[in-house]
């Protein structure tokens, strides 16, 4: 058997060794004289991907994020991580909460290198770690400790939890049921309100109304300015309701026929001062209105209020006009829409005190909300009870399932709206982060300037 195979064939130089051995030696030499001719023009010849569009433009600057310097100290090796002091010389993010128990790095959750356009587009997997069994330091949470996503677990909007406590500030009566009717009386004739006769946005709160006047200007700028609003500019949030604004083109405060202008919606220390002046400039304009037989009782139906008197001279004339004035705006007109407190044991003639209404303007104070995106879908459609509404008291912000049923899965995959983490809550607590100064300069960014490292960065900074 053994003379039918030649044993000195692996010593001939065949035309497969031949080929094998070019391969093995042309193929790294062609690739280290590639990247010897490219690496020095361009370094994302080594780069895993695309960066993001807020750091494409300086993607050849590899070394501004992959930095061998860590707290100061340069270490060995080939493989240059980004650690957060990095991130950190850019991005001055504060952190989380302070009670929390675990603080993941910032490319843990910034993942780059993948062509996002915004890197604030986390995954739900990097906030569900912690929140799925939520711990913090003192091992009372203040939220849910429970929470897989939004169509899973997450748990009904506070506000609708607990309608009371979101309320216990609000001390203004009013109907929105009576206001949405097919026909309302006005000074003007029969009208018909919509939604956005009285909610606005910001931005538009300066703009005309169809039953009031524009006078607040919470976002403006000068005609000459040359300021250009960003788009969804104060659209976010809808403006602040306003008696001078939406209440007082139907609800004038004029009571007296003989007082052409109407009562100031103020402190009823400022309101009590301005009827005092009425009606002395009045008597004095007109002193024989001492001698006329005085009567409220036609002014609002049901309500009686006890003659007085004549009166001897025109200072118990106005005196007699305050009483009979301020009784009707306390204890009638007045407290159809606020909370009056009197004072106990005072005299019957002392002014009440309004008790403050808080009406707030975000509903969901740890939640990003913004009207903007939503202004393709009907008030109505998501305000669901605002029609049937009759007090002030019942929360009118849609519920989770109003917002589940559009934001139920992934845009790119099943055809419905995002319901990320990211859409509606911030990880980094802006509120609490303090004045920055960049340390690079545009030719260091751009690559027309060399980088300063070490001690030279230390010592500009200075």
Known sequence: MGTRHDLNYFKRFTAFRFWRLSLALAVP????????????????????????????????????????????????????????????????????QAGQLFTPTCGSCHVEHQGLVRLSHVQDAQCVQCHRDLQVKDGHPRFVANIRGFNRNHPEFAPVRDPARSTSSITIAFNHATHLRESIMSPSGRVKLECEDCHRPASEAAGPWKYGEGSLKLISAPADSGEILRLGMGRELMGPVTYERHCASCHVLQFDERLTRPFPHKTPEVVHAFVVQQFQDYISQHPEAIRKPQSLNQRVPGMMILPTPPPKNSSEWVQQRIEETEQLLWRETCKKCHQLEFPVGADANALPRVKPSVMPTRWLPNAIFSHEAHTVVACDSCHTYSRASQKSSEILIPSIKSCQSCHNGNPAKTGNAENSCFLCHAYHKWKQSTQFHSRYRIEELTGSAPLETGTEATENAK
């Open 29 to 96: 030499v062609a690739a280290v004289l590639w990247l010897g001719s490219a690496g020095g023009r361009k370094q994302t010849i080594y780069s895993k991907g695309p960066l993001s569009s807020a750091h494409a433009f300086f993607a050849e600057q590899c070394g501004l994020c992959h930095s061998a310097l860590v707290s100061g100290v340069r270490m060995a090796g080939f493989k240059k991580t980004v650690t957060d002091e990095v991130c950190l010389s850019c991005h001055q993010a504060p952190p989380h």
